[in-house]
């Protein structure tokens, strides 16, 4: 009985790669570096199933040329790199892998927010260089963090998730999002305004999805409502925070600091944040450990499995596939 072709755009863990020699075919060894769109092109041709990444841009020209795929399996929570749409009207199926990166992504954000607001990283390079004179009552003071008021945009699963580390912290909650969520025990969550959120708010995380309704959500008008000694987190999506507005932000002291691990044109940095020292960059690490990326892969398998074998993606975001 012949195997299902699988395309798979990067290199994923060994333990996902095991697993797939019993059940599918793969049309290429993958690689560690991203397909350029004409790869993209072949090799979805061919493919039974594919599983892509945020990077691999899946338009619905690209879709067009498709002729036996059922499934696109994304590696990722978010599938704005895919017109999920246009593959619904050719029968395919998007998945995406929700809940699974929650704790990862959550416990990246309170290492963006603790590293930008007590200095971590420049404290540690200048270790490092062997400069530095010793302690000092005045060197390298940064914010307080405890007691502080959290604010976080969009109280999905991450965004709990953040929401509840902020306990040992004693730091008040507040959110702003489509619907009131109830307090955990031993917590207050309240529910603010956007313009409201950005006023009180002394460090302000974002956990939306990037949706054209979210593109710049954050931009000089809310940046400049924030407080000078406030901080921006974000370990949603690069293009939810205006790049530009954020570093003239910066640069002029209208906010403290800034913790990056997504940006606006991803892979690229813009030069002007690479030169300030109150902003933490990371290389989109939200997902990064080795038991998430593993548990994403397999979660990617489970649903192109379902789907090949006729039965609904446990992870389906595009509704109904029909052919149009």
């Not at 075919?25 to 790869?39: C, G, Y």
């Not at 990246?108 to 390079?125: K, M």
């Not at 109150?278 to 192109?304: Q, Y």
């Amino acid at each position: 009985m012949n195997r299902p072709t699988l395309y798979i755009t990067r290199l994923l863990p060994q333990s996902v790669l095991e697993a797939i020699p019993q059940q599918y075919r793969l049309l290429s060894t993958p690689s560690d570096t991203p397909p350029t769109a004409s790869e993209l092109q072949k090799e979805l041709l061919e493919a039974d199933a594919a599983i892509c990444t945020l990077s691999d841009r899946i338009d619905a020209s690209l879709l067009a040329h498709t002729t036996r795929l059922k499934v696109i399996a994304n590696y990722a929570v978010g599938y704005n790199n895919i017109d999920v749409t246009a593959a619904a009207q050719r029968g395919i199926v998007v998945s995406n892998t929700p809940d699974v990166l929650t704790d990862a992504t959550a416990d990246l954000a309170w290492a963006l927010l603790l590293a930008v607001s007590r200095r971590i990283v420049e404290g540690e390079t200048w270790v490092r260089t062997g400069t530095w004179p010793g302690w000092s009552p005045t060197r390298m003071l940064g914010a307080q963090v405890s007691g502080k008021t959290l604010g976080i945009v969009g109280m999905g699963r991450i965004g709990q998730a953040v929401a509840r580390r902020a306990v040992g912290f004693d730091m008040p909650v507040i959110y702003a999002g489509r619907h009131s969520i109830t307090s955990p025990p031993g917590a207050a969550w309240a529910r603010r305004s956007l313009s409201e959120l950005l006023m009180e708010s002394d460090f302000l995380s974002l956990h939306v999805p990037l949706t054209e309704a979210t593109r710049h959500l954050i931009g000089p008008r809310e940046l400049a409502t924030m407080k000078p000694t406030s901080f921006l987190i974000n370990t949603a999506r690069g293009p939810v925070v205006d790049e530009a507005a954020l570093l003239s932000a910066l640069q002029t002291g209208t906010i403290a600091g800034a913790g990056l691990d997504v940006y606006e044109q991803e892979p690229i940095v813009s030069a002007g944040l690479l030169a300030l020292p109150n902003v933490v960059l990371l290389p989109h690490l939200g997902s990064a450990t080795l038991e998430t990326r593993v548990r994403m892969g397999l979660i990617c398998l489970k649903n192109i499995a379902a789907v090949l074998e006729g039965r609904r993606a446990p992870n389906q975001v595009n509704g109904s596939a029909m052919k149009g």
